[in-house]
């Protein structure tokens, strides 16, 4: 693919004081350009209200990560398989992730554009590279919105005392997706503000809690985290601590989440990369307080980890914060499941209307309006809302389809993010010098093919197949995945939507000249 510049009248930028703290300021001839002026260069003009801090940008990664829901989701499955030293796994895959966070943060910070897996494999390869990577996270992503809002209804029944059926799961799940859409609705401001409320309530739900039973309620000594607990049989210990990978695989996505709404963030290309990285450290820290704090305040340890209890952690809360005190745990638990769909949503629509606006999809001009007043692309968030809500549907009609669907969500994120990561080495090693203003200088290839062996390593332990010797069962994660990319690629080499498109591709190399350009003159 050859390469195209950018915007062949891009206008110049003004020099800006990079100020302390910036990872790199030596590559930057004559200061950084204004936030207009980057998004002119790269061939875009300001669509959105630039009304999101760093710390709501944060708040909104954060939240999609949201250690809360993925603890809670995992910890019974995760100590079934490992033992208490699968609490480990948080921190191998929060560094691996931490890798791919760095190359995100090189290549938002010369691309702060919406919707951000989309343009970043756009622009380190070509529009039908992107196409294939948008099209899998748009899927994975409609199916996490489904099954985290599925999940959020378990804890609306049992704060509201209902019975859980699957009238009363489709009620309130359904409710859940049209809330989230109507304070998406409201704009930018709120889904920061709602964020930022939904950051308090997963660090109190972690963190706080977590604190709480370390100190008031542990039963166990740390050896315990050492103590596979004979998960292993008379085997080897190494094959069950793999497999016991799902711990933290499952639960460090989200923070790309930050980029997805580049363009209505103030100096995105400094604020984005730091968020990113936050995101990771706070999250895996929430994770080991809150999977910790579990772990050693649960009374029947030995039976979770035989696999006797299915869902431990109400029986844990009840009997170490009373009945009160689980419900105001579900209430903050409930308050961080809006926040988390919220996320979700906004991060879906966003990557809709980055999609839509290149041209790439069927109703792309419908699909690209970002409205008046409020800023949004109400058009691409009523998508992300109508398509998780159409798959609650079906799982009413059919509840064994809720695995099927969703089993191939995960591997399908990490795929997407690969795609970018394996772009931006193959723009490295053609000589692209990012020109962002927050780098890694030299240490950029070491980092991009250390990202890339991470992300190849954990995709491996995704698909790895299970031991039910059901093939359909053991296989579902693969199954899911390759349905998911048939389906794409028939339909990229018989619509062929990239020749729809004229909007730049290839061009990382080209628009960092540009860049670089712009900064030096005055």
């Not at 599925?150 to 019975?163: A, D, I, R, V, Y």
């Not at 109400?314 to 926040?339: H, N, R, T």
């Not at 001009?365 to 058009?379: C, D, F, M, Y």
Request: aromatic share 12%; net charge neutral.
């Amino acid at each position: 693919m050859t390469e195209q510049s950018p915007l062949p009248h891009s206008p110049e930028g003004r020099p800006e004081d990079p100020g302390p703290g910036s990872p790199v300021t030596g590559n930057s001839p004559g200061g950084h350009l204004s936030d207009g002026d980057h998004l002119a260069v790269l061939g875009y003009s300001d669509s959105f209200e630039r009304s999101m801090s760093p710390w709501a940008n944060f708040a909104l990664g954060f939240t999609y990560l949201s250690p809360l829901v993925g603890v809670y989701s995992l910890l019974a499955v995760a100590l079934s398989t490992g033992g208490p030293p699968s609490i480990w796994w948080i921190v191998i895959v929060a560094c691996g992730q931490a890798l791919v966070a760095l190359v995100f943060g090189e290549v938002v910070s010369q691309f702060p554009i919406a919707g951000g897996i989309y343009p970043w494999a756009r622009r380190l390869w070509s529009k039908r590279y992107a196409w294939m990577a948008a099209w899998v996270y748009i899927c994975a992503l409609i199916v996490t919105i489904t099954s985290v809002a599925e999940f959020g209804s378990g804890f609306l029944t049992s704060l509201l005392g209902l019975e859980l059926t699957r009238n009363t799961t489709l009620v309130l799940t359904l409710a859940l997706l049209v809330l989230a859409l109507a304070i998406n609705f409201s704009g930018t401001k709120w889904l920061a503000r709602i964020a930022r409320i939904g950051l308090f309530a997963e660090l109190i739900g972690v963190i706080g809690l977590g604190l709480f039973l370390l100190i008031f309620e542990r039963k166990h000594s740390f050896a315990i985290f050492f103590d596979s607990m004979g998960t292993a049989g008379d085997g080897s210990y190494l094959p069950v601590f793999m497999g016991a990978a799902v711990a933290g695989l499952f639960l460090f996505y989200g923070f790309e989440a930050c980029g997805d709404v580049a363009e209505e963030v103030s100096n995105p290309a400094r604020g984005i990369p730091k968020a990113m990285l936050m995101t990771i450290l706070v999250g895996a820290v929430s994770a080991l307080f809150s999977f910790g704090g579990y772990v050693l305040a649960a009374p029947n340890l030995e039976e979770i980890v035989a696999g006797e209890v299915a869902d431990p952690i109400p029986a844990i809360l009840e009997g170490s914060l009373g009945a009160v005190g689980a419900k105001i745990f579900l209430l903050v638990a409930i308050l961080a499941f809006i926040s988390c769909v919220l996320s979700l949503q906004a991060a879906a629509s966003r990557l809709i209307f980055s999609f839509a606006r290149d041209g790439m999809m069927p109703g792309h001009r419908w699909l690209s309006k970002v409205t008046e007043g409020t800023k949004v692309p109400r058009n691409a968030l009523i998508v992300a809302c109508t398509a998780p809500a159409l798959i609650c549907v079906l799982i009413w009609f059919n509840d064994g389809i809720l695995v099927a669907v969703t089993s191939f969500a995960i591997l399908g994120i990490y795929l997407a993010f690969q795609m970018v990561v394996a772009g931006a080495l193959r723009q490295r090693i053609k000589g692209w010098k990012p020109a962002g203003p927050w780098s890694l200088r030299g240490w950029g290839i070491v980092v991009n093919i250390a990202a890339l062996a991470y992300g190849i390593f954990a995709m491996v332990l995704l698909a790895l197949p299970g031991d039910s010797r059901v093939f359909f069962t053991d296989w579902i994660v693969l199954i899911g995945l390759v349905v998911v990319l048939a389906v794409g690629f028939i339909y990229l080499f018989t619509a062929r939507p990239d020749r729809k498109s004229a909007a730049p591709e290839g061009d990382a190399i080209a628009v960092a000249e540009a860049i670089r350009s712009a900064r030096g003159r005055r």
